[in-house]
């Protein structure tokens, strides 16, 4: 009876235990960007040749009209 009582209370410990491990939260971040930013980001990245100016123009034109 005793070792039943004990193991029972060792069980309830690890129980309570336990479940607090794992208790985070979770945070979510959205990089929110204007078009604004989006174009000079462009911009910049064509004026310093990262990009052909048909590249550039395509980008643009994707950029603008999902406005």
């Known amino acids: 009876m005793k070792l039943a009582l004990k193991s029972l209370l060792v069980v309830a410990f690890l129980g309570a235990s336990l479940s607090a491990c794992g208790n985070s939260t979770t945070e979510n971040t959205v990089a929110a ?30 950029i603008l009209d999902r406005k």
């Open 33 to 62: 960007t204007t078009v604004g930013d989006e174009l000079a980001a462009l911009e910049k990245a064509y004026a310093d040749g990262l990009l052909s100016e048909k590249e550039y123009k395509d980008q643009r034109e994707k």
